[in-house]
């Protein structure tokens, strides 16, 4: 049977997600999907949810990949990677968004609240000093809360330092889904969590990206963004 093994040497949150839709695509071809032994996560969380989860991976694989780190071509330049990457790998494109199989849980305590995450590792957070007022006077009357993470994700050397209303503890990754999908609106840097807010089809997430890449292959339709000059 034709089976297909992926990895990818990058290792972030969405650089995983850019192929969580070929599992699903493959096994409704009756192909087997595996996830290489040497496949890359910037932490093993990533792994946790965006593979282990998946009820289309049917394991590890120790042999040589053939899916994931092969040539890219944008093929259809105004689709995202989810789309290009359906091609890329030989099939009939369908989807633009990530997608996972964690249902979150609903946290009441930050429904009203906007989550303000700036942590970033590719590129920066295009911020303001003054984002927490910025957001303040476009949401009266809300909180702003920030994510403080129980667990190192991964060397976020971009990230900017605010100071929210609070923080509030991340103790995993399914929680870090939880506030996302639980907070009233969510802003975030152009970095692995819009991916995974468009993975949540949380619509209600500003982020920041730059200008440049307003029309980048990791923009999805479902979130909303912000461009800035770099």
């Known amino acids: 049977m034709d089976k297909k093994i992926l990895y990818q040497p990058w290792g972030g949150l969405g650089d995983n997600l850019a192929f969580s839709t070929l599992p699903r695509r493959f096994a409704e071809q009756g192909i087997d999907f595996f996830i290489s032994d040497k496949n890359v996560y910037r932490n093993s969380e990533i792994y946790d949810l965006v593979w282990k989860l998946n009820p289309y991976v049917k394991g590890i694989s120790s042999e040589k990949y053939n899916s994931g780190d092969i040539p890219f071509n944008r093929e259809f330049g105004n689709k995202s990677i989810i789309y290009n990457e359906e091609f890329n790998h030989g099939l009939d494109p369908i989807n633009e968004l990530p997608e996972i199989y964690y249902t979150p849980n609903h946290i009441t305590s930050i429904a009203g609240s906007i ?98 890449f307003s029309n980048h292959f990791y923009v999805f339709p479902n979130i909303n963004y912000y461009s800035y000059k770099t």
């Open 115 to 212: 989550l303000l995450d700036t942590s970033t590792f590719t590129f920066p957070a295009g911020m303001s000093d003054s984002i927490v007022d910025e957001l303040k006077e476009k949401y009266p009357g809300k909180e702003i809360v920030a994510p403080k993470f129980r667990t190192k994700l991964s060397d976020n050397t971009k990230t900017k330092i605010v100071v929210p209303d609070r923080f509030v503890e991340v103790e995993s990754i399914f929680h870090y889904c939880d506030l996302i999908n639980s907070c009233y609106h969510f802003v975030c840097p152009f970095s692995g969590q819009s991916v995974l807010a468009s993975a949540l089809n949380k619509k209600d997430t500003t982020c920041y990206i730059p200008a440049s």
